[in-house]
């Protein structure tokens, strides 16, 4: 059996070598015995280079600087073709550290085409730019795009910061890593002036080219998109949109020329990326944007601001709107070149991730065609929560006297972008003195303001009113002849004084109208003389009396001077009544609390052993006033001390086993150890000194005690009425009490 097993199997490998052979002699030459085979090998990150470079290359960028980045990038693989082949720059790190502010700006249609003409596309939202080459053939290389960045004056802080930008590239292979540039910013405070070169001056050419000045996304929702769009020239505005790059239809066409024009795309989809470019037409010129993408939000409620929330505040004045009226156009008021802080709440804060604030000019309608930007350089401050729900941000604002709009963006987690109107921002000129003649501006001039009252129609010192004490009153002018005043709406009167210069009276409104605001006041100058001296420091007294007055007449009209002035004046007939009692019994201040704890005790029938009261009487009996007892221990030193009254009567702590020593002038010494209820002294020949004035004080004012005690009580019970009963509450308990103090005493009295 195994044998023929062996027979089968030998069998078998003959069969197959001989098929093997017979199949190699039909498929192979032996004249070429080669043997060609082929493979698929994926390319690698090195079959795609990539840099960036930058110009102008500087080791530090400051605010307002164009600089160009340049994406070199090819493809030396062998291969095929590449389809969809992906150049993406990022300039979405330029914000400093624990700050939302953005250092970058992108410069419209500053991007050039890659390869093949492919266009590229704009996310302003990410910050992110993408080349999608449709077909990039193998062995392409030496290929380049380029965009411009622009530095802003956003983050004001003077330290040294970091941004940076990087590309890198996608294809169906692999994804590249970054390859970034870092570079440094930092804000000047004042920019250098260029040194001046002599030239023959040429005219210089006006810029008529219409052009898109800026393309905001000032809106995105789960299911919509506003787009800000403003060019150099009216136009009309035609926008196309669609969820590829290559299959834009017309979906927007604005219906008149204008500056400005506000897009709105209704009814998206949520979660969903979108493409749009825009035509811009003039009477004779047409222009095509780049193409810009968005991604709607997710299905969720965007974030809005607080009605009626808005507070702006310089100097330490409220200067907007709404803090006393409530408006649907809020609207803050600021002085050129002075520190205005802007505080607003957000409903909810929970999602947010990052909130910017805006100043906007509101005359772009009207602005010249060179206007490159719709956000003016505003100094603004990064944006602070300082509690839950309520930001601040501080504005110092170069800008020229006008009108503005402040905004702010807020974009949550859920991808909402909201830019949201929080009101009106007037600036305003300062007040400011200039000579007549020369018109240089008059340093040290000596403002005294007065603001008009409704109440008492006519104009009142600044210090009567308690809005306005914070205000310096009079101010003087600075170097350049201006002054850091800040005033709330209403209408004011200003003094202006010189030594110098003639006295100027004039009347201004701070307003919104036309023509209000801070005055520019013309001085005519004058020689000094006496009478001019003393016409100058004769004002100076005569505004300090006028101030002082004014804030009397304020004071005396004011509900909380009145409540204040009333509480002093009952508690000032309560403490002389209290007083008038103690003078009536004798007893001196020092020894008031032991007076007062012993007859509460006896009034309340409280047993105590703590006050121990005693009388000093002469040989007939007599008591005897102003007596000194001293309690001494056992080292005669002085434990207790108190005086007797003109009763004899006297109030002294206790202590185990003192030693009763008794002094009066023109008595023998008492002294002998214990306590003592009644203790006699003997007469001596020492004469008596007596004060009849401080005797008929305390005639007088121990006489009155019952008259200023039920005054006291009347004016209380008065005051129910108009203070209520819980503000006169604690005056009754006073006055109560002090009357079961005085019937302790008269009772006390009688019993020795």
Known sequence: MLYVMKINFNFLKISCIIIISLFIATNISFADPQVAITGTVNPTKANFPLSISVSPSQSEYNQNSVITYTINYGNTFGGSSLSNFTIVANWSKDN?????VDILDYI?????????????????????????????????????????????SNYKDPSLVQFSVSAHIINSYITTPDVSITQNYSYLSA?????????????SPVQNDLIFNQINFVSVTDNSAAIDVITSKPTIITLYQGK???????????????????????????QTKYYVQLVAQSDSEEITSEIFTFQTAQNS??????????????????????????????????????????RFNISSTSNIKSVLLKVINSNILGASTQKSNLYDAAEVENMIEVEPGVFTAKIKSSLPAGSYFLNVTIIDKSGNIQEISLGKLIILSPLKVIDKNTLSPIEGARIFLYKYSTTFKKYL???????????????ETKRDGTTSLVLPPGLYKASISDLNYKDQIVYFKISTGKGDGYPTVLMQNQPVSVQTSALYYGGIIRDFIISQKDLFIQAANSYRIFNLVTNFSLSLFILLAILSLLIRAKIHFPYIHYFIFYHFSNSLRIKQHAISAGKIIDENGNPIKQAEIYLLNARRTVMRHTRSNDKGLYYVANFVAPITLVVKEGYEPFNEPGIFSSITLKKSNKPLVSNIGKHLLEITLGGSFEFLLIYSISLEIAFVAIFGFLQTFPYLIISLLTVLLWISYVRYWHEV
């Open 301 to 342: 409620t965007p974030p809005s601001v607080q009605k009626y929330s808005l507070l702006g505040i310089s100097n330490n004045i409220i200067t907007s709107s709404n803090s006393l009226v409530k408006s649907n156009s809020p609207l803050i008021e600021a002085t050129q070149n002075i520190p205005l802080a802007v």
């Open 191 to 203: 920019l250098p002036t260029p040194t001046p070169v002599l030239l023959t001056p040429t005219p």
């Open 461 to 475: 010192s600044l210090t009567s009113y308690s809005d306005l004490i914070s205000i310096n009153n009079p101010v």
């Open 244 to 270: 590829s790059p290559n299959e834009l239809t017309k979906t927007i066409e604005t219906s008149q020329s204008s500056l400005l024009n506000h897009l709105v795309l209704n009814n998206l989809q949520s």
């Open 108 to 152: 419209d249609n500053s991007a050039t085409k890659a390869y093949a003409n492919t266009p590229a596309v704009v996310d302003l939202n990410n910050k992110q730019i993408t080349w999608t080459i449709s077909n990039f053939p193998a062995n392409t290389t030496n290929q380049s795009v380029s965009f411009q960045l622009k530095t802003n």
């Open 96 to 100: 400093p550290v624990n700050s939302s």
